[in-house]
């Protein structure tokens, strides 16, 4: 069973796969709604009531589901299907040109994780910024444009490549630091995993939409994002 879930019922978004590692929603990755996504975001992150009610939307509405109650549930490995919520330029997964857009790459990651400074965390250098996050997403999407000939730089792609960025961070989030612990970060992307050996805690402020809009705008900003 355990094989099973990590060959087919994750998705390529860390952040919905730690909340199945954790059983915050089912192991198995499949069959999943909205209320238990939104449960489970209230739960371990800490998100509005409502956070993810878009992006649930925009699975039924783009018909990608493939349960048996295609307008109500959704397996996570329906989300890797290519171009509709997934895009190129993930900083954890390759793109579907190279054969697996699903699956964690290390190939893909450890450049990202070096740039973020995943891999020299002190008492003195424990927090991603805003700053450091943005340059190291650039540095990823400048790549895969040049690495993958059929690169697919559409409207979705351009609107969502920086949100992504700020989502990860909001998710694990220091208030008081202004800026996301690196030993959470790793756990996250790197093992899509919650951080709880590490200290995480979800934070008293609950955490909204409007702050995910605010931090991808900051994003944005530092690499001179334009429409």
Same mark, same amino acid.
């Given at each position: 069973?355990?094989?099973?879930?990590? +060959?087919?019922?994750? @998705?390529?978004?860390?952040? %919905?796969?730690? /909340? &199945?590692? !954790?059983?915050?929603?089912?192991? $198995? *990755?499949?069959?999943?709604?909205?209320?238990?996504?939104?449960?489970?975001?209230?739960?371990?992150?800490?998100?509005?009531?409502?956070?993810?009610?878009?992006?649930?939307?925009?699975?039924?509405?783009?018909?990608?589901?493939? +349960?048996?109650?295609? @307008?109500?549930?959704?397996? %996570?490995?329906? /989300? &890797?299907? !290519?171009?509709?919520?997934?895009? $190129? *330029?993930?900083?954890?997964?390759?793109?579907?040109?190279?054969?697996?857009?699903?699956?964690?790459?290390?190939?893909?990651?450890?450049?990202?994780?070096?740039?973020?400074?995943?891999?020299?965390?002190?008492?003195?250098?424990?927090?991603?910024?805003?700053?450091?996050?943005?340059?190291?997403?650039?540095?990823?999407?400048?790549?895969?444009?040049?690495?993958?000939?059929?690169?697919?730089?559409?409207?979705?792609?351009?609107?969502?490549?920086?949100?992504?960025?700020?989502?990860?961070?909001?998710?694990?989030?220091?208030?008081?630091?202004?800026?996301?612990?690196?030993?959470?970060?790793?756990?996250?992307?790197?093992?899509?995993?919650?951080?709880?050996?590490?200290?995480?805690?979800?934070?008293?402020?609950?955490?909204?939409?409007?702050?995910?809009?605010?931090?991808?705008?900051?994003?944005?900003?530092?690499?001179?994002?334009?429409?």
């Amino acid at each position: 069973m355990l094989t099973l879930c990590l +060959t087919t019922g994750r @998705s390529p978004c860390p952040g %919905l796969n730690a /909340l &199945a590692n !954790h059983g915050y929603l089912p192991r $198995d *990755g499949a069959n999943i709604n909205y209320d238990m996504i939104n449960h489970a975001a209230q739960a371990a992150y800490n998100f509005e009531d409502g956070f993810y009610i878009d992006a649930v939307n925009m699975v039924f509405q783009l018909n990608i589901s493939t +349960t048996n109650q295609p @307008s109500e549930t959704f397996h %996570l490995r329906d /989300l &890797a299907q !290519h171009d509709q919520i997934e895009v $190129d *330029g993930s900083l954890t997964r390759n793109d579907i040109f190279f054969g697996d857009d699903l699956h964690f790459d290390a190939t893909v990651f450890d450049p990202v994780a070096h740039d973020l400074g995943l891999n020299k965390i002190s008492r003195k250098d424990q927090f991603v910024t805003i700053e450091t996050a943005a340059k190291a997403t650039k540095h990823r999407l400048d790549l895969a444009k040049r690495v993958n000939p059929e690169f697919n730089a559409s409207v979705h792609q351009h609107e969502t490549e920086y949100g992504t960025t700020a989502l990860y961070l909001l998710t694990v989030w220091d208030e008081q630091q202004k800026a996301a612990p690196k030993h959470w970060v790793k756990a996250l992307l790197g093992e899509d995993r919650i951080a709880y050996k590490e200290g995480y805690n979800k934070g008293k402020s609950v955490k909204t939409n409007k702050q995910v809009g605010a931090m991808t705008q900051a994003i944005r900003a530092v690499v001179g994002w334009k429409p």
